[in-house]
């Protein structure tokens, strides 16, 4: 039996491009992935026994970490409030790293956003974690010093 001639390796630029052109095809598969993320989760694809959201159907069916389902989520509902972002992102200009880094800067997430009725036209405050918590350890290093627990 005669095999098949070896192809010749690739050149530098042909290498180049087919990777530009393969992480094209994952980023418009990725935000797909996630068009259909947000409607399966605002339809409760993902209710059953023992799972609590979308993001634990995610680690369970798809194997992804619970933080990284997390996230998942996250963008595929924040990517509906950014068409430009999204439609960018459909025709792999963009990846997911860059949108994901996007919808953290531009679409408050709800958790994390705490308002008054009472007060009118009060704007809504953005409480921030990491701030949070390094004003914890700063309290705690400060009773350490003095003595306090």
């Known amino acids: 039996m005669t095999q098949p001639a070896p192809t010749p390796p690739l050149t530098l630029p042909q290498l180049e491009d087919e990777l530009l052109g393969l992480a094209g095809h994952l980023a418009a ?26 993001a634990h159907w995610l680690t369970w069916r798809i194997g992804m970490s619970l933080r990284t389902a997390h996230e998942h989520v996250r963008v595929a509902h924040a990517l509906r409030r950014l068409p430009l972002i999204a439609a960018a992102f459909a025709q792999g200009r963009i990846s997911y790293s860059k949108v994901r880094a996007i919808t953290r800067v531009t679409v408050p997430p ?5 308002g008054s009725r009472r007060g009118g036209g009060r704007r809504p405050r953005i409480r921030l974690a990491g701030l949070r918590l390094r004003d914890r350890a ?4 400060g009773r350490r010093r003095h003595g306090h627990r």
């Open 110 to 114: 709800r958790h994390r956003l705490r």
């Open 29 to 54: 598969a990725q935000s797909r992935f996630l068009t259909l993320l947000a409607e399966f989760d605002d339809r409760a694809g993902w209710a059953g026994p023992g799972l609590r959201s979308c």
């Open 138 to 141: 700063v309290r705690r290093r």
